[in-house]
């Protein structure tokens, strides 16, 4: 039987910051955008903005959790994870019965689907239901059911989706009931550092998911295509930033995350194998936290 430990560890808590930066980075749009129009008062605040913002990291962070038990349990049943080398596997350590895990992701994700219709009623946008219901099944079909796209090299593509466009826009939407640019723009940033962590991951495993006939883009790319995405996606979201610096110019602090880019792709793209990408694992969650917090202050400011 698993420990609590080994369930946490199995949760993968370096990828939670993949949940809670699109939350950050759709937030500070919200609030920029209010006070840009004029909307914006210490009452629609505490109203609003928080319940709304903290309902949906309710959200991220239960389907972040849920995929990543999905993983574990659709991965270990394939016998993918039999030889893996990066971080500890519930189901491919036997650590814990299948089962158990499934039920593990199936609850996460029920609670993410639960956290979702409460915001979408808060904020009366009951269209967002077929979103959420997209997203959910996205968690689970990324590794789960008879052709899971995670094989097929589509898992970046979706998290792009899923954890940058869709949940830094829904996320600012859900407060303003307004599309914007900046929103727009951050949820690109923030869906190129998810990419970078899914890339990680990738990357480390292509040997092995080579011969579990596991295709993801990585696979697809190969070696050195991978690591150059890989420093592309950890680059241009400070690139995408530059427009926002001009209209709000506080949103420069971003550029005190870049040393915590250079320093990750440096060391991808000089080659590091094997159990030398798990502390780039830990530093693309981090830069993607890092910056998705200091374009928060810059917006906010």
């Known amino acids: 039987m698993a420990t609590v430990s080994q369930w946490i560890e199995g949760a993968r808590p370096r990828t939670w910051p993949a949940a809670v930066a699109p939350v950050a980075a759709g937030t500070g749009s919200a609030i920029w955008q209010l006070r840009s129009i004029g909307e914006l008062d210490a009452g629609i605040v505490a109203t609003v903005v928080l319940p709304r913002a903290l309902l949906a990291l309710a959200v991220a962070l239960a389907l972040q959790i849920g995929v990543n038990y999905a993983?574990?349990?659709?991965?270990?049943?394939?016998?993918?994870d039999d030889d893996r080398v990066g971080p500890f596997r519930l189901t491919g350590s036997r650590a814990a019965a299948?089962?158990?895990?499934?039920?593990?992701?199936?609850g996460s994700l029920a609670a993410g689907a639960v956290f979702g219709v409460v915001l979408i009623a808060v904020a009366g946008i009951w269209w967002a239901l077929v979103v959420g219901a997209a997203a959910v099944a996205a968690a689970w079909f990324y590794t789960g059911g008879k052709k899971p796209y995670g094989y097929l090299g589509l898992g970046e593509l979706f998290v792009f989706v899923f954890f940058g466009l869709v949940a830094v826009n829904g996320t600012a939407y859900a407060i303003t009931l307004r599309f914007g640019w900046v929103a727009l723009l951050a949820s690109i940033a923030i869906g190129l550092l998810a990419v970078a962590i899914m890339l990680?991951?990738?990357?480390?495993?292509?040997?092995?998911d080579t011969v579990a006939g596991k295709r993801t883009l990585a696979v697809r790319l190969g070696d050195?295509?991978?690591?150059?995405?890989?420093?592309?996606?950890?680059?241009?979201?400070?690139?995408?930033?530059?427009?926002?610096?001009v209209v709000q110019w506080p949103v420069a602090l971003v550029l005190l995350a870049l040393p915590f880019a250079i320093i990750p792709a440096r060391t991808v793209l000089r080659g590091a194998a094997g159990r030398d990408l798990i502390?780039?694992?830990?530093?693309s969650g981090k830069l993607e936290l890092l910056f998705s917090l200091l374009l928060l202050a810059g917006l906010v400011l």
């Open 98 to 106: 299948p089962a158990t895990v499934k039920r593990a992701a199936i």
């Open 200 to 208: 990680t991951n990738n990357l480390r495993d292509i040997p092995t």
């Open 71 to 80: 993983n574990d349990y659709s991965d270990g049943i394939r016998g993918t």
């Open 224 to 245: 050195r295509g991978t690591r150059l995405l890989f420093a592309a996606t950890m680059l241009l979201p400070f690139v995408l930033m530059v427009p926002v610096m």
């Open 279 to 283: 502390p780039v694992l830990g530093a």
